[in-house]
Nanobody, 122 residues
């Protein structure tokens, strides 16, 4: 059984930082592209940051470029998202995603986590 579990969501003030983590089990982590999507209230789920299975390629949405950093530790089956200079518009539920394809999009995701809430206050 595949499990995808996020952690690290919290409430912070604008300008603050958070690090999200995502651990998986039941799959060969290093064989999959991984990524973070986010969904704000009343909006569609959007891709925030993705990383290739070998870690050599990354993708960032324009809205997070330069502030967020995605990384992975294949030995620990763990994906990370370092989020700096957080703004109120970053408030959303953040979902960890496992994808068999690259580039990633909602349609390529094979497994989703349950989501972790990030709230940024001004």
């Amino acid at each position: 059984q595949v499990r995808v579990v996020e952690s690290g969501g919290d409430s912070v003030q604008a300008g603050g930082s958070l690090r999200l983590s995502c651990t998986t089990s039941g799959l060969t982590f290093r064989a999959f592209a991984m990524g973070w999507f986010r969904q704000a209230p009343g909006k569609e789920r959007e891709g925030a940051a993705f990383i290739h299975w070998d870690g050599r390629k990354t993708y960032y949405a324009d809205s997070v470029q330069g502030r967020f950093t995605v990384s992975r530790d294949n030995a620990r089956n763990t994906l990370y998202l370092q989020m700096n200079s957080l703004q109120p518009e970053d408030t959303a539920v953040y979902y960890c995603a496992v994808s068999a394809g690259w580039p990633m999009n909602v349609g390529s995701v094979a497994f989703w986590g349950q989501g972790t809430q990030v709230t940024v206050s001004s």
